[in-house]
T-cell receptor
Framework: QQPVQSPQAVILREGEDAVINCSSS?????VHWYRQKHGEAPVFLMI?????EQKGHDKISASFNEKKQQSSLYLTASQLSYSGTYFC????????????FGSGTKLNVKP | IAGITQAPTSQILAAGRRMTLRCTQD?????MYWYRQDLGLGLRLIHY???????GKGEVPDGYSVSRANTDDFPLTLASAVPSQTSVYFC?????????????FGSGTRLTVV
């Protein structure tokens, strides 16, 4: 039930853009996105609740296509502070208390 | 500062020993969770609690138990630790059941079972 993230790792120069994808073989009712810096706890970025919904958080935005069972996270004009591992996550459609995270995408932004 | 406090920060534990990881939140969140994080596997749910007095099993509950005597505390107990329980453990909370408002995570406990 774990969603699949791609790519596994990305290296960017400051100012470049990146896209991280999250897909599931099961129906998606919502998608969460988190960022975790090395040695720290994951930090909530955003949740997408509706099909086709898009949200933004500074220069980080995301889309959610319920029909395609996928979500994408867009990082625009990346900054050094964007470095970290990004996780998507989604609840079990039959039990919202159970939640499944992807294995993560490691983003490294270099000067 | 409002948030989640976990203790200890790290621990080396002999196999077969009993260990309780502590988690306290001061946000009055109804739901609390325990996750373990292993390299390459992401975060996996161990147990959850929607409200004081109730608990439920997550994806990987074997070898772990939890209790929720009040809103603020959600301890995780390893009855007899095994090396495969070496991991980083995160306690989390959410205001709403099913974390529809997102999780707030504690800073984690790094546990090594030898």
């Amino acid at each position: 039930q774990q969603p699949v993230q791609s790519p596994q790792a990305v290296i960017l120069r400051e100012g470049e853009d990146a896209v991280i994808n999250c897909s599931s073989s099961k129906a998606l009712y919502s998608v969460h996105w988190y960022r975790q810096k090395h040695g720290e706890a994951p930090v909530f970025l955003m949740i997408l609740l509706k099909g086709g919904e898009q949200k933004g958080h500074d220069k980080i935005s995301a889309s959610f296509n319920e029909k395609k069972q996928q979500s994408s996270l867009y990082l625009t004009a990346s900054q050094l502070s964007y470095s970290g591992t990004y996780f998507c996550g989604t609840p079990d459609p039959y039990n919202f208390n159970k939640f499944y995270f992807g294995s993560g995408t490691k983003l490294n932004v270099k000067p | 500062i409002a948030g989640i406090t976990q203790a200890p920060t790290s621990q080396i534990l002999a196999a077969g020993r009993r260990m309780t990881l502590r988690c306290t939140q001061d946000m009055r969140h109804n739901a609390m969770y325990w996750y373990r994080q292993d390299l390459g596997l992401g975060l996996r749910l161990i147990h959850y609690s929607n409200t004081a007095g109730t608990t439920g099993k997550g994806e990987v509950p074997d070898g772990y138990s939890v209790s929720r005597a009040n809103t603020d505390d959600f301890p995780l107990t390893l009855a007899s630790a095994v090396p495969s329980q070496t991991s980083v453990y995160f306690c989390a909370s959410s205001e709403r059941q099913g974390a529809t408002d997102g999780y707030t995570f504690g800073s984690g406990t790094r546990l090594t079972v030898v």
